[in-house]
């Protein structure tokens, strides 16, 4: 990689206006800088993503108020999600969370639109002592607010297995798989892979006690966006981290897998009273 294309040590803004929200990097404890990708703020399509993953298909609703509520086809078809305040339901743990979507006459502000409204929050990239970089928030963040999404190329599960050998050779493991029990014994895997075109998401580590919960969102099409939710409330400065490994859903599992080794697994040093020393792993795409 030639030296005039590595980022700065401090950059204001790492996703040059793509978000609503600056999202700022800095090193404060050596030199090492970003590696270089290309940032989205969506998810894109890469190798084996179907073109029907990004259409619109569900119907729009004729909502003309900012409150989408039980009168909502959209409301009545999937259930609410959110409170006035933006505030994911506690039902959404059970359910599939569907925002309004483009063929929706509710306005942009409408209630039933949250994760579509982008970052809220300025975020910050920054070098960790023991987990390479990570991400902070400037802002107080209240509880059950949505902070960002896990974006990048959209990508096949055969795909993502050719792209293992690679990813064994790196230090950091960045590709999602999201499995979601949609019927009985039918599973739905969706794979997001940041390591080349990502988004803030990319950044953010492990904790086995995380301030962030991860709930699979769909907004304008069947699929679903890897959006993060604050846990409880996150306090300026604080690092943001979710568990990799956590099941979250009733019915929709949502599980990491772990790009990490299987036989030397990697530490974890989340500094967690409850912490598991290593990182979470599943085998599954390196079957
Ligand atoms: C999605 S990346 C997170 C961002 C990464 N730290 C970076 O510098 O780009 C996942 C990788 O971060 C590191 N990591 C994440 N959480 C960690 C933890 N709790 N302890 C140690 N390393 C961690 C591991 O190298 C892991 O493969």
Sequence with gaps: MSEEKRWPLSVRDISNGK??????????LDDEQLPIFTYTAQNVAGEGAADEDFTTTYEGCACKSTKCDSTCPCITRF???YSAEGTLLLTCHKKPVVECNLLCTCPLNCTNRVVQKGLQ????????????????????????HFVCEYAGEVISLEEAKKRIPTIMSMDCNYIFVLK??????EILHTVIDPTYTGNVGRFINH?????????PVRTHCVLPQLCLFSSRDIYPMEE????YSSSNLEGQQCI????DLIINRKPCYCNS??????LPTDPFLFN
């Design 19 to 28: 978000e609503n929200n600056p999202v700022s990097f800095v090193n404060e």
């Design 79 to 81: 259930g609410e999600n």
């Design 121 to 144: 929050y300025g975020l910050q990239v920054f070098k960790t002592r023991e987990k390479g970089f990570g991400v902070r928030t400037l802002h107080f963040v209240p509880k059950s």
């Design 180 to 185: 979601e029990h949609v019927k009985k014994g």
């Design 207 to 215: 904790s086995c006690s995380p301030n962030l919960l991860m709930v």
């Design 240 to 243: 943001l981290c979710y568990n």
């Design 256 to 259: 990491r897998e772990s790009r």
């Design 273 to 278: 009273s409850t912490c598991e020393a290593v």
